[in-house]
């Protein structure tokens, strides 16, 4: 089964700090993993893909197997950094996306 | 523009009341979900199609009903609304193969009183 988890409910770091927002997940075969984030009144949206081994506004993802960890990392936080965060996975030909249960992340000035 | 549309995007309504929510999709994608965002921000699937004429049901148990007659278009329909039923509700769509992740829509608001 996959499983994916989100071991922080909130996370509050000030401006200029790094950030890193953990994200753990349980797949037996390769997965495919992302970051979606949804900013007040937004609609959520894709952050970055594993896949594509892209930075996005900064932040960073990178996937390490052996610990089954995609955690999402950002060197220096902004305030428009503050969202709710969810770390979603997916297996190779499989068809639907499992979230985790989402970081609420809150950059303080 | 192509895009993925949800309406109403709030709704008040009274117990008993039937409902259905609107999304569609002009991306021409095959895939598309409903999923139900609780309170505490969580995100469950609740119902899925591949195409025209498949639908299947989600992780989380829902008492709602969906269908899929055209590629573009897929309502979630609730017969009997319930307090319980009161939710944030968000539409996705995606192409073939998930490599490029979901679009989601802006979502509807559901207060059931």
């Known amino acids: 089964a996959q499983r994916v988890t989100q071991p922080e409910k909130l996370l509050s770091v000030f401006k200029g700090a790094p950030v890193e927002l953990k994200c753990n997940y349980s797949y037996s075969g390769s997965p495919e993993l992302f970051w979606y984030v949804q900013y007040s009144r937004q609609r959520l949206q894709l952050l970055l893909r594993h896949i594509s081994r892209e930075s996005i506004k900064g932040f960073t993802a990178d996937l390490n197997k052996g610990e089954t960890s995609f955690h999402l990392k950002k060197p220096f936080a902004q305030e428009e950094d503050s969202a709710m965060y969810y770390c979603?996975?997916?297996?190779?030909?499989?068809?639907?996306?499992?979230f985790g249960q989402g970081t609420r992340l809150t950059i303080n000035p | 523009e192509a895009d993925i549309y949800q309406t109403p995007r709030y709704l008040v309504i009274g117990t008993g009341k039937k409902i259905t929510l609107e999304c569609s999709q002009t991306m021409g994608h095959d895939k598309m979900y409903w999923y139900q965002q609780d309170p505490g921000m969580e995100l469950h699937l609740i119902h899925y199609?591949?195409?025209?004429?498949s639908t299947e049901k989600g992780d989380l148990s829902s008492e709602s009903t969906v269908s899929r007659i055209r590629t573009e278009h897929f309502p979630l329909t609730l017969e009997s609304a319930r307090p319980s039923h009161t939710s944030q509700y968000l539409c996705a769509s995606s192409e073939w193969g998930t490599g490029n992740g979901y679009t989601f829509g802006s979502g509807t608001r559901l207060t059931v009183v």
């Open positions: 979603a996975l997916t297996g190779q030909g499989a068809q639907k996306l499992v």
């Open positions: 199609s591949y195409g025209v004429n």
